[in-house]
């Protein structure tokens, strides 16, 4: 039997990269019905995202809050408190094992899921060394995933070229979200390891977060519709 679209919508998380609030809204507006899982990072939660986060809650929406925590234990686990707070749905921090385990006794009892950003999909083996660490980016975002699996977070951020070696370390229930994903014939932009929405979803992602090609589109509407689509087609 074939699963209905609505089933696997919310795997479609469009990043809402832009200037202002009042741009991202009129870009909500022109998708509305294609998706319902947004992404709002530091560009737009400093010019008033945070706000809009709740806006788009109220209105029955997904909220994924891409900050990247990392700091003191103290300042994660406040930091997570506000998140719950504020009832987003998912939020992201480095990877590293003393902060996720402060974000997780902080989300304790809340529905929010953790995510721990393993290795940017920006950097390629060159920039990891240049960073200090040894070994390959699939070395390291191993590790990292067996961290976080350790700390019991909601899940990992890593790029879709590792999604399926770090399936297999996750499990089938942990959330994995996998950046640099690109519409076939889409210009890669800054991203470095990259794959197609099916390549992605075939290889054990759980969310694809996409940005540019769909917001830059020249129907932000259909090109969030095709993506769900392509999601659907890999799960039939």
């Known amino acids: 039997m074939a699963i209905k679209e609505d089933v696997f919508r919310d795997r479609l998380i469009v990043a809402l990269d832009l200037a202002s609030v009042t741009e991202a809204r009129d870009m909500v507006r022109r998708i509305a019905g294609a998706a319902n ?138 959330a994995l979200v996998t950046p640099g994903v690109r519409p076939a014939g889409s210009d890669h932009g800054d991203q470095k390891r990259v794959a197609t929405p099916s390549q992605a979803m075939a290889a054990g992602a759980s969310h694809l977060v996409v940005g540019r090609p769909v917001t830059g589109a020249a129907d932000p509407r259909l090109a969030a519709q095709q993506i769900v689509d392509e999601i659907v087609s890999t799960m039939n």
């Open 37 to 174: 899982n947004y992404k709002i990072g530091y560009q737009l939660a400093l010019a008033g995202g945070i706000e809009l986060a709740r806006e788009l809650k109220a209105e029955g929406n997904k909220v994924f809050l891409d900050m990247k925590l990392l700091d003191i234990d103290n300042t994660v686990a406040k930091a997570v408190e506000s998140a719950v707070a504020l009832g987003v749905d998912m939020l992201t921090l480095h990877a590293y094992p003393k902060a996720m385990k402060a974000a997780v006794s902080a989300a304790k009892g809340s529905n929010l899921c953790l995510l721990g950003v393993t290795v940017l999909t920006s950097m390629d083996d060159a920039d990891i060394a240049d960073a200090g660490y040894s070994g390959s980016v699939t070395d390291l975002v191993g590790k990292r995933a067996m961290q976080a699996r350790e700390a019991e977070m909601g899940g990992i951020v890593c790029s879709p070229q590792e999604a399926m070696a770090m399936r297999t370390i996750l499990g089938p229930s942990m």
